[in-house]
């Protein structure tokens, strides 16, 4: 299946909440690496509003990248949320 320039994308904004606007700048900050270069047919934008981390994608390609993608950010969200507690932890063990 390739790309399909005559349909309309397929568009999907997520939104995760963090605890506060300072670790969702860390998350995009280590996230906007891993978004250069998109194949052909995927648009991604992401962006801090307030505690929120906002992922907006368009995907001219099949309904399975646009999964993956979410699951991507998904998972490398969790990941860097994950090493952010770490790092609290073991500073607060200091």
Do not use: F, H, W
């Not at 194949?39 to 309904?63: A, D, F, H, Q, T």
């Amino acid at each position: 299946m390739g790309l399909s320039s005559d349909l309309e994308p397929i568009k999907a904004k997520l939104e995760v909440i963090y605890d506060s606007e300072e670790e969702a700048n860390i998350v995009l900050s280590a996230l906007l690496p891993d978004n250069v270069p998109l194949p052909e047919g995927l648009r991604l934008s992401m962006y801090v509003e307030g505690c929120k981390l906002v992922s907006e994608i368009e995907c001219k390609r099949p309904i399975s990248s646009l999964l993956n993608t979410l699951d991507d950010i998904l998972s490398m969200a969790s990941l860097i949320k994950r090493t952010i507690l770490e790092s609290k932890r073991l500073q607060s063990k200091d």
